[in-house]
C-alpha cells in the first residue's frame, strides 16, 4: 500500500511561485509514475505532469509546460512540483498520484491507483 502526503500549497500572488511536495511511503517494487493533477470546482481532474520513479522519464500539460517543473528525490522518497509564474487559472486542488502503468496513458487520473489527499493552491491577482 502506497501512502502520499502533499504539502506547499497556499495563496500567492499572480507571476509567483510555489513548490509543492509529495512525500511517498510503503511504495512496493515497480517503475511507478508519480503524476501531479490538479481539480478546480466544478472542472474535471486534470493532469498536470509526471516523472517515473526509476528513470526520471518527464511529461508535462501544455499549459504547464515551460512553467512548472516536476522532480524527485529518491533518497528522501519525495516528489516535487516547482510552479513558476502562476496565473488565477493556477488556482486549483493539487494532487499527488501514483500508479504503474503504459505510457501512452500516463495523462488519464483512472491509471493511478493512490491518491493524496490533496494541497490548495490560490492564486490572486
Known amino acids: 500500500q502506497v501512502q502520499l502526503v502533499e504539502s506547499g500549497g497556499g495563496l500567492v500572488q499572480a507571476g509567483g511561485s510555489l513548490r509543492l511536495s509529495c512525500v511517498v511511503s510503503g511504495r512496493t517494487s515497480g517503475d511507478y509514475v508519480m503524476g501531479w493533477f490538479r481539480q478546480a470546482p466544478g472542472k474535471e481532474r486534470e493532469f498536470v505532469a509526471c516523472?517515473?520513479?526509476?528513470?526520471?522519464?518527464?511529461d508535462y500539460a501544455d499549459f504547464s509546460k515551460g512553467r512548472f517543473t516536476t522532480s524527485r528525490d529518491n533518497a528522501e522518497n519525495t516528489v516535487y512540483l516547482q510552479m513558476n509564474s502562476l496565473k488565477p487559472e493556477d488556482s486549483a486542488l493539487y494532487y499527488c498520484a501514483a500508479g504503474v502503468m503504459r505510457w501512452s496513458t500516463v495523462r488519464s487520473p483512472d491509471e493511478y491507483n493512490y491518491w493524496g489527499p490533496g494541497t490548495q493552491v490560490t492564486v490572486s491577482s
Open positions: 516523472i517515473t520513479w526509476t528513470l526520471g522519464i518527464l
